[in-house]
C-alpha cells in the first residue's frame, strides 16, 4: 500500500498539490513516504516535473476542465469523449481502494468525488471554492455532504469560508493559502529602472498563452503616457519558448509598435527587452513571475492562479478574459471572487488601456484595490502548515484506525 495520492483537477491545483507535496516530502523526509499523484485534468506537468509517479485515467479534453462555464466548450467536450473520459476516471477511483493510506484532493467536486469511489480517508484543499463566490459557484450541497460524511480535514482557501463549512459540520481547519507561498523575491532584479512604473502582464500558462500576449502586447501600446517611464513586464510560463516568441512577435502586426532594444537578451533564457511608444518599454521573462509581481504597481491579466496570486501579494488587477477556455464567462465567475480587488475590461485594447490608464490615475483606488486582494488571499505559510496536519494524520491512530477501510462520519 502506497502512503499518499494527490488528485488535482486542473493546472492550478496541480501546481497547488506539489506545493502541499514538497513539503510533505521535507518533513517527512525525501524517501520516507510513497507518494502518487492523479492529475485528473491535464498532462499532470506539474507533478512529473516534482518527480511524482503519475496514475489514473488522465482527462484531456478541449475544455481543460471548464466545460460547466460554457455549452460551446460542453459541446467540444461531448464530441472529444467527455462521458467515455469520465466513466473511465469512474473506473480508475474505484479501482484504487485499498491502494492508499490516504488521498489529498486538491480542487473541487471532481477529486472529492474519485476520493470518496476509491473508499480512502482524504484531506480536501479548497483551492477552487471559496464563500466569496454566489450560490452557483461555492460549496454545494452536495460537496459540503461529501466532506462532512468522508473528509477527515478540509483546508479552506481563506477565512470567510470557515463559517460556512462549520455551519454545515464540514471538519475545518484554516491554515491560510497555499497559493501564496514559494513567490519570495529571486534578488536577480528586472534591469527596470528604479523610476520606471511596472505593469505586470500575465498572458496566462494555457494553449491560448501566445495570443493573449500579443493581444496585450496591442493594448500596451495604446496607455497614455504618464510622468514616469512605463514598462509592462510580461511573465510568460517557465516552459515558454523565447525564441519562437521572439520570432512572433516580430511577424505579428497586434506587435507592430514593438521594437527590440538594443539590449535585448540575443537567444537564451531572456529577458527580451523592446521599446514602444513614447517612454514605454516591455520585457518578457520566463523565470521573473514573483520578481515582476513584487516589483509592479498593478497586473493585467488573462490567467487563473496568476491573477489570484497577483491580488494576494496587492496587486490591483484589470481581468481580461483569454481567447482560450477561460474567456468572458470565466472572468465573470472570478469577478465573484476578486469583488473589490479587481475590475473586468472587455478583450479590445482601447478598453484593456483604458482601464491602466484610470488606475495608474488613482492611487486611492489601488490602495482599496490592494486591500481587498490581500484580504482574501491571505498570509504564504499554508502549504507547510497543511503538509505537517496531513503527516500527524499519517502517524495517529486515527487515522490507522481506518487504513483500507471505508471513511465515514455522521450526517
Known amino acids: 500500500m502506497k502512503d499518499v495520492l494527490f488528485l488535482g483537477n486542473g493546472h492550478g491545483e496541480d501546481?497547488?498539490?506539489?506545493?502541499?507535496?514538497?513539503?510533505?516530502?521535507?518533513?517527512?523526509?525525501?524517501?520516507?513516504?510513497?507518494?502518487?499523484?492523479?492529475?485528473?485534468?491535464?498532462?499532470?506537468?506539474?507533478?512529473r516535473k516534482a518527480g511524482v509517479p503519475v496514475v489514473g485515467a488522465l482527462n484531456t479534453l478541449p475544455s481543460e476542465g471548464f466545460a460547466t462555464l460554457d455549452w460551446s466548450m460542453m459541446w467540444r467536450d461531448?464530441?472529444?469523449?467527455?462521458?467515455?473520459?469520465?466513466?473511465?476516471?469512474?473506473?480508475?477511483?474505484?479501482?484504487?481502494a485499498g491502494r492508499y493510506r490516504v488521498m489529498v484532493a486538491v480542487g473541487d467536486i471532481v477529486p472529492i468525488a474519485a476520493a470518496v469511489l476509491a473508499r480512502t480517508p482524504f484531506y480536501f484543499v479548497g483551492s477552487?471554492?471559496?464563500?466569496?463566490?454566489?450560490?452557483?459557484?461555492?460549496?454545494?450541497?452536495?460537496?459540503?455532504?461529501?466532506?462532512?460524511?468522508?473528509?477527515?480535514?478540509?483546508?479552506?482557501?481563506?477565512?470567510?469560508?470557515?463559517?460556512?463549512?462549520?455551519?454545515?459540520?464540514?471538519?475545518?481547519?484554516?491554515?491560510?493559502?497555499?497559493?501564496?507561498?514559494?513567490?519570495?523575491?529571486?534578488?536577480?532584479?528586472?534591469?527596470?529602472?528604479?523610476?520606471?512604473?511596472?505593469?505586470?502582464?500575465?498572458?496566462?500558462?494555457r494553449a491560448d498563452a501566445t495570443e493573449n500576449l500579443l493581444d496585450l502586447l496591442e493594448a500596451a501600446a495604446s496607455v497614455a503616457p504618464g510622468v514616469d517611464p512605463l514598462c509592462f513586464a510580461f511573465a510568460l510560463h517557465p516552459d515558454a519558448d523565447l525564441e519562437a516568441t521572439r520570432r512572433l512577435i516580430a511577424e505579428d502586426p497586434r506587435a507592430a509598435a514593438w521594437r527590440p532594444s538594443a539590449d535585448a537578451a540575443q537567444g537564451g533564457s531572456g529577458p527580451?527587452?523592446?521599446?514602444?511608444?513614447?517612454?514605454?518599454?516591455?520585457?518578457?521573462?520566463?523565470?521573473?513571475?514573483?520578481?515582476?509581481?513584487?516589483?509592479?504597481?498593478?497586473?493585467?491579466?488573462?490567467?487563473g492562479t496568476a491573477n489570484e496570486q497577483a491580488i494576494g501579494l496587492g496587486l490591483p488587477l484589470i481581468t481580461v478574459p483569454g481567447s482560450g477556455s477561460q474567456g468572458e464567462k470565466y472572468v465573470r465567475m472570478k469577478i465573484e471572487y476578486f469583488g473589490p480587488a479587481a475590475v473586468a475590461a472587455a478583450r479590445r485594447p482601447e478598453a484593456i488601456a483604458g482601464a491602466v490608464s484610470r488606475l495608474l490615475a488613482d492611487p486611492q483606488a489601488r490602495a482599496r484595490m490592494q486591500a481587498a486582494g490581500r484580504e482574501r488571499m491571505g498570509e504564504p505559510g499554508a502549504s507547510r502548515a497543511i503538509a505537517g496536519h496531513i503527516?500527524?494524520?499519517?502517524?495517529?491512530?486515527?487515522?490507522?484506525?481506518?487504513?483500507?477501510?471505508?471513511p465515514g462520519k455522521a450526517a
Open 391 to 406: 503527516l500527524a494524520g499519517l502517524a495517529s491512530a486515527r487515522l490507522r484506525a481506518v487504513d483500507g477501510a471505508t
Open 128 to 205: 477552487a471554492k471559496s464563500s466569496y463566490y454566489d450560490a452557483l459557484h461555492g460549496y454545494t450541497g452536495l460537496e459540503k455532504r461529501l466532506l462532512r460524511r468522508h473528509c477527515l480535514t478540509t483546508f479552506p482557501r481563506d477565512a470567510f469560508t470557515v463559517s460556512e463549512l462549520e455551519r454545515a459540520r464540514v471538519p475545518t481547519l484554516y491554515l491560510g493559502n497555499p497559493m501564496m507561498d514559494e513567490l519570495d523575491v529571486s534578488g536577480r532584479g528586472l534591469g527596470v529602472a528604479d523610476k520606471t512604473t511596472v505593469v505586470a502582464m500575465l498572458p496566462g500558462s
Open 272 to 303: 527580451i527587452f523592446y521599446r514602444g511608444p513614447a517612454a514605454s518599454s516591455a520585457m518578457l521573462a520566463t523565470d521573473a513571475f514573483a520578481d515582476i509581481l513584487h516589483r509592479a504597481t498593478l497586473a493585467v491579466g488573462m490567467a
Open 15 to 47: 501546481t497547488i498539490a506539489v506545493k502541499v507535496l514538497k513539503q510533505l516530502r521535507a518533513q517527512a523526509g525525501p524517501d520516507a513516504l510513497a507518494i502518487e499523484a492523479w492529475p485528473m485534468v491535464g498532462a499532470g506537468n506539474a507533478f
Open 78 to 96: 461531448l464530441q472529444a469523449g467527455w462521458i467515455a473520459t469520465h466513466w473511465r476516471q469512474v473506473r480508475a477511483a474505484r479501482a484504487m
